[in-house]
């Protein structure tokens, strides 16, 4: 059995009533109304996926994910009532794995929870997929192994840790280059495109990485 969905949100009757609807879905919950105490209870009893409120009293839910995120992977789910896409890119950046917008349906809240879980049961499942050898410096898929330049394996590293998710190009230059150089957007696209022939060649022609218009880039399974 799943441990609970953890939901973090400040008006308790819709808390109450996502609560509810999970119940139904065959689904345990806790609910949270204060942002202080969110740390604390993820770290003791490790929540399924949380569905996570920005504006919160005591701590925000911008702060709670990054603070989470240095910890557990957990699933995250960010509840908004600002729809603007600098909110979404911060998000994304701090590591939410998906966003719902007030006004919602709890019916959609439950179906977007159930996508989420399943899509990390299958990165679970096929994270061996891709080997990476840090020591040595290569990638091997199934047997076959090629080799990587330091630059393009702290690239992959990210992204195959955490499939699906998606990585700004801001995020995988930190990741690359730890004098913090600057570096422009050509760069890190140039070194990509070494990277996905190089995967290429040793899965069939598989296209593993793959852009998201605006915002960077993801690995998919």
Same mark, same amino acid.
């Given at each position: 059995?799943?441990?609970p969905?953890?939901?973090?949100?400040?008006?308790?009757?819709?808390?109450?009533?996502?609560?509810?609807?999970?119940?139904?879905? +065959?689904?345990?919950?806790?609910?949270?109304?204060? #942002?202080s105490? =969110?740390?604390d209870?993820?770290? @003791?009893? &490790?929540?399924?996926?949380?569905?996570?409120?920005?504006?919160?009293?005591?701590?925000?839910?911008?702060?709670?994910?990054?603070?989470?995120?240095?910890?557990?992977?957990?699933?995250?789910?960010?509840?908004?009532?600002?729809?603007?896409?600098?909110?979404r890119?911060i998000?994304?950046?701090?590591?939410?794995?998906?966003?719902?917008?007030?006004?919602?349906?709890?019916?959609?809240?439950?179906?977007?929870?159930?996508?989420?879980?399943?899509?990390?049961v299958?990165?679970?499942?096929?994270?061996?997929?891709?080997?990476?050898? +840090?020591h040595?410096?290569?990638?091997?898929?199934? #047997?076959?192994? =090629?080799?990587l330049?330091?630059? @393009?394996? &702290?690239?992959?590293?990210?992204?195959?840790?955490k499939?699906?998710?998606?990585?700004?190009?801001?995020?995988?230059?930190?990741?690359?280059?730890?004098?913090h150089?600057?570096?422009?957007?050509?760069?890190?696209?140039?070194?990509?495109?070494?990277l996905?022939?190089?995967?290429?060649?040793?899965?069939?022609?598989?296209?593993?990485?793959?852009?998201?218009?605006?915002?960077?880039?993801?690995?998919?399974?």
């Open positions: 059995m799943l441990n969905i953890l939901i973090v949100e400040d008006e308790i009757k819709l808390a109450s009533l996502l609560s509810d609807y999970f119940l139904q879905a +065959e689904y345990t919950t806790h609910q949270i109304h204060d #942002g105490v =969110v740390i209870w993820v770290k @003791e009893h &490790q929540p399924s996926a949380i569905l996570l409120d920005i504006m919160l009293p005591g701590k925000n839910g911008i702060d709670i994910c990054k603070e989470i995120r240095q910890f557990s992977n957990v699933p995250i789910l960010m509840i908004t009532a600002k729809v603007d896409e600098i909110d890119l998000g994304l950046e701090l590591g939410a794995d998906d966003y719902i917008c007030k006004p919602f349906s709890p019916r959609e809240v439950v179906a977007r929870v159930k996508a989420v879980l399943r899509r990390t299958t990165i679970e499942q096929n994270s061996e997929l891709l080997e990476l050898d +840090e040595r410096l290569s990638v091997g898929f199934h #047997g076959k192994e =090629v080799s330049t330091s630059v @393009e394996f &702290q690239l992959l590293k990210p992204l195959a840790n499939p699906e998710r998606i990585f700004t190009r801001e995020q995988l230059m930190q990741n690359m280059y730890t004098d150089r600057i570096v422009n957007n050509r760069t890190i696209d140039s070194h990509i495109k070494k996905r022939k190089k995967l290429a060649d040793i899965s069939d022609g598989k296209d593993w990485i793959h852009s998201v218009y605006g915002t960077g880039y993801r690995l998919v399974l």
